[in-house]
């Protein structure tokens, strides 16, 4: 049965270098099911996907994100692509704005090289994800449990791995987006920020 997220308003947070199809495809299936896609980036008029090996097409930005604010969304979408997450980490903004998500128990949903922001954003620990290959040290010395599967959902995180993923991706999001907060991921982000450091 088709997902209805009619009234949902969901972030697309992306810098210059996101993997087009990343964006595009999960953004068809959130307007097809009625959602309302916002698309946000430190850059202000127009963002640059890459497509596989070179540049790709540029998009325009819905709301830069010095004005966005989690708490007007319903969930979020970080598309993968190297150059992307790798610009979006090393801005406090932007790693604030992912973080009010987890904070809030909201659904997130990452592909490929996204979950490195989440790493910046410490909200990966216990979590079992998957991403690109190349992140799995990354992922695992912040804690997380990697797994090599086309998609995994955990407790309102949604993770895949690569363009190929992205119908077992768009689908799981799908479902989770439309169950809307998810508790167990407020407690999973609120449990970890109290424990101990090992630092």
């Given at each position: 049965m088709p997902q209805d997220l009619t009234g949902k308003k969901i972030a697309i947070l992306v810098a210059d270098g996101f993997e087009q199809s990343e964006m595009t495809e999960p953004r068809k299936a959130l307007?097809?099911?009625?959602?309302?896609?916002?698309?946000?980036s430190?850059?202000?008029?127009?963002?640059?996907?890459w497509q596989h090996t070179d540049?790709?097409?540029?998009?325009?930005?819905?709301?830069?994100?010095?004005?966005?604010?989690?708490?007007?969304?319903?969930a979020l979408v970080l598309p993968g692509g190297v150059f992307n997450p790798d610009r979006l980490r090393i801005q406090p903004?932007?790693?604030?704005?992912?973080?009010?998500?987890?904070?809030?128990?909201?659904?997130?949903?990452?592909?490929?090289?996204?979950p490195w922001t989440l790493i910046e954003a410490r909200v990966v620990q216990g979590r079992?994800?998957?991403?690109?290959?190349?992140?799995k040290t990354d992922l695992e010395n912040a804690g997380a449990h990697w797994v090599d599967e086309e998609v995994v959902v955990d407790q309102g995180l949604v993770t895949s791995r690569k363009p190929d993923d992205l119908p077992a991706f768009n689908r799981a999001m799908l479902e989770e987006?439309?169950?809307?907060?998810?508790?167990?991921?407020?407690?999973?982000?609120?449990?970890?920020?109290?424990?101990p450091s090992a630092h």
């Open positions: 307007d097809r099911a009625g959602a309302e896609t916002i698309l946000i430190p850059s202000e008029g127009k963002v640059k996907a540049w790709g097409d540029e998009f325009p930005v819905n709301m830069p994100l010095q004005q966005a604010n989690a708490d007007d969304f319903d903004k932007a790693v604030a704005f992912v973080r009010a998500f987890f904070e809030a128990g909201k659904p997130v949903a990452a592909i490929c090289h996204g079992t994800l998957t991403s690109w290959p190349s992140l987006f439309a169950e809307g907060i998810h508790q167990r991921q407020h407690r999973a982000y609120t449990q970890r920020q109290h424990r």
